[in-house]
């Protein structure tokens, strides 16, 4: 027999959480998340979670290692709790970007938060558009995987934009924009792209034809807005007719929201993972459903394992 499903709300995204929860038809636990005077986190689940298969909602956005560490302690309070199975759901998973080490005396910090996650009993991760998808065979627990593709396509598609290019702002990100450029049936540009210091873009040149054409830039994430802004200087340079930006993850630091919305883009898309005011301008794709799908995908291949 199936355990039954309990959605436990992360403090990082509560409205999402309850979104997953409607959307499974299941009610979402109640949970004190507090810190001593010392800033040491303090969680207590409120709700019996005895024999169930809880889905811990709590992407790692900023504060990243506050959340980071609140996931963890959820998952184990869960498991304390008598929980069979902990499936974390962590649409934005913070640290992806450091999933290797570029210079000796670096950790790989991708890795390490998944080891911890691990070793408090994480059984599953469900994660959206992750910075490295290679980082999946690095982690100790199985991981799903999810891309936003579905979600921006038909709504790209929708814009009706003539001789499209689906541009990527760097080479990392070259795999994604081939995706989308396929299934939109455009071709593909790549902005060449050097990185002097982390989270600062120096933008070098386009490979690939965009004069005369409309430009969708499309990336996994927005964090200072600097390679946003580095993207659609270096396209409209190039001749580019108009440029629009899709991004799955607003993590906008201050002042980000701003530099993006007054860049000079056209339409600009992102998605619900992580809580964001990014205000007017921005359309905003709810990622519950996509999502939900997963997290059932997950109960049913548990549940088999246990047969």
């Known amino acids: 027999?199936?355990?039954?499903?309990?959605?436990?709300?992360?403090?990082?995204?509560?409205?999402?959480?309850?979104?997953?929860?409607?959307?499974?038809?299941?009610?979402?636990?109640?949970?004190?998340?507090?810190?001593?005077?010392?800033?040491?986190?303090?969680?207590?689940?409120?709700?019996?979670?005895?024999?169930?298969?809880?889905?811990?909602?709590?992407p790692t956005c900023p504060p990243v290692n506050d959340n980071l560490m609140?996931?963890?302690?959820?998952?184990?309070?869960?498991?304390?709790?008598?929980?069979v199975r902990?499936?974390?759901?962590?649409?934005?998973?913070?640290?992806?970007?450091?999933?290797?080490?570029?210079?000796?005396?670096?950790?790989r910090s991708a890795q390490v938060a998944g080891e911890l996650l691990a070793v408090v009993g994480v059984d599953h991760l469900i994660t959206l558009d992750i910075h490295s998808p290679a980082?999946?065979?690095?982690?100790?627990?199985?991981?799903?995987?999810?891309?936003?593709?579905?979600?921006?396509?038909?709504?790209?598609?929708?814009?009706?934009?003539?001789?499209?290019?689906?541009?990527?702002?760097?080479?990392?990100?070259?795999?994604r924009a081939q995706r989308f450029a396929t299934a939109l049936n455009a071709p593909v540009a790549v902005i060449a792209k050097s990185r002097p210091r982390p989270d600062e873009?120096?933008?070098?040149?386009?490979?690939?034809?965009?004069?005369?054409?409309?430009?969708?830039?499309?990336?996994?994430?927005?964090s200072t807005g600097k390679t946003l802004t580095g993207a659609v200087e270096s396209l409209r340079r190039a001749g580019s007719q108009e440029v629009h930006a899709v991004f799955?993850?607003?993590?906008?630091?201050?002042?980000?929201?701003?530099?993006?919305?007054t860049a000079g883009f056209g339409k600009l898309m992102t998605t619900d993972s992580v809580p964001t005011q990014v205000g007017p301008g921005f359309e905003v794709v709810p990622v519950a459903s996509l999502l939900a799908r997963a997290v059932r995908e997950v109960c049913g291949a548990a549940r088999s394992e246990t047969r």
């Open 1 to 58: 027999m199936q355990p039954p499903l309990t959605v436990i709300p992360g403090p990082a995204h509560p409205a999402l959480a309850t979104q997953l929860a409607r959307e499974l038809g299941e009610p979402v636990v109640g949970v004190e998340v507090g810190s001593f005077a010392d800033g040491e986190g303090r969680v207590r689940i409120l709700t019996d979670v005895h024999g169930a298969h809880a889905v811990i909602v709590q």
């Open 248 to 261: 799955t993850h607003a993590v906008m630091a201050p002042g980000a929201a701003e530099r993006i919305r």
């Open 86 to 107: 902990v499936t974390a759901v962590v649409p934005y998973f913070g640290y992806a970007r450091q999933d290797r080490r570029e210079h000796a005396g670096e950790p």
């Open 201 to 222: 873009a120096a933008m070098l040149q386009v490979l690939g034809e965009v004069k005369g054409r409309a430009c969708v830039v499309v990336d996994d994430m927005a």
């Open 70 to 83: 609140v996931l963890a302690l959820l998952t184990d309070a869960a498991k304390a709790a008598g929980a």
């Open 135 to 175: 980082l999946e065979s690095a982690l100790p627990m199985p991981a799903t995987l999810l891309a936003a593709d579905e979600l921006f396509l038909p709504r790209i598609a929708a814009w009706g934009l003539r001789d499209p290019v689906i541009v990527s702002p760097d080479a990392g990100g070259l795999k």
